[in-house]
């Protein structure tokens, strides 16, 4: 149950894009169409990004896409803004009827 | 309105136990699964456990097996984790969760109950 791989810190300027992978294996993200990204303010409950590898839950902005490749996601944020400074998780389940989280991004808006 | 509200956080001696409880509202536990996380000072959020809507189907992170259980009581409409033989490691916010049903993650989160073994 190691820990998906992501980039420990990204950032950029407000109205850039910036994308977080997220690394793991044909075991849990490369294996399953059952990925999912939270967003983290510190101090708040997490909230969901996107579910299923690609899919926005209603009142997500469509600024925050996503996507797959092999055992590799990717979370992109395009039109920065200074509310989208937080922490974010790759969140996925896994074969043995676990789930893993990432280990989390820290995203910082200059 | 969804809202999952944690309770039974607080500080204990390692070796102990602890029993915390999530007190769900605007939906019913046993249609949902439910799930615990928890975060480390510092570190990043960890899947803890889970408990399928029937009440079967429980997992649990290879760090906790063997000493925290899930539970859930449905008259009461809430969820359990039982924490015993609690080390330092242990220390965490634990997050109760729901499970968002078919698509195999989580959709509401409660703000967090800290526990500290020290």
């Known amino acids: 149950q190691s820990a998906l791989t992501q980039p420990a810190s990204v950032s950029g300027s407000p109205g850039q894009s910036i994308t977080i992978s997220c690394t793991g294996t044909s075991r849990d993200v490369g294996g399953f169409d059952y990925v999912s990204w939270y967003q983290h303010h510190p101090g708040k409950a997490p909230q969901l990004m996107i579910y299923d590898v690609s899919s926005r839950p209603s009142g997500v902005s469509p600024r925050f896409s996503a996507s797959r490749s092999g055992d590799t996601a990717s979370l992109t944020i395009s039109g920065l803004q200074a509310e989208d400074e937080a922490d974010y998780y790759c969140f996925s389940y896994t074969r043995s009827n676990t789930w893993v989280f990432g280990g989390g991004t820290r995203l910082t808006v200059l | 309105q969804v809202q999952l509200v944690e309770s039974g956080g607080g500080v204990v001696q390692p070796g102990r136990s602890l029993r915390l409880s999530c007190a769900a509202s605007g939906f019913t536990v046993t249609r949902y699964g439910m799930h615990w996380v928890r975060q480390a000072p510092g570190k990043g959020l960890e899947w803890v456990s889970s408990v399928g809507y029937n009440g079967d189907n429980l997992h649990y992170a290879d760090s906790v097996k063997g000493r925290f259980t899930i539970s859930r009581d449905t008259s009461k409409n809430t969820l359990y984790l039982q924490m015993n033989s609690l080390r330092a490691e242990d220390t965490a916010v634990y997050y109760c969760?729901?499970?968002?049903?078919?698509?195999?993650?989580?959709?509401?989160w409660g703000r967090g109950t800290p526990v500290t073994v020290s």
């Open positions: 969760a729901r499970d968002f049903t078919e698509h195999w993650t989580i959709d509401y």
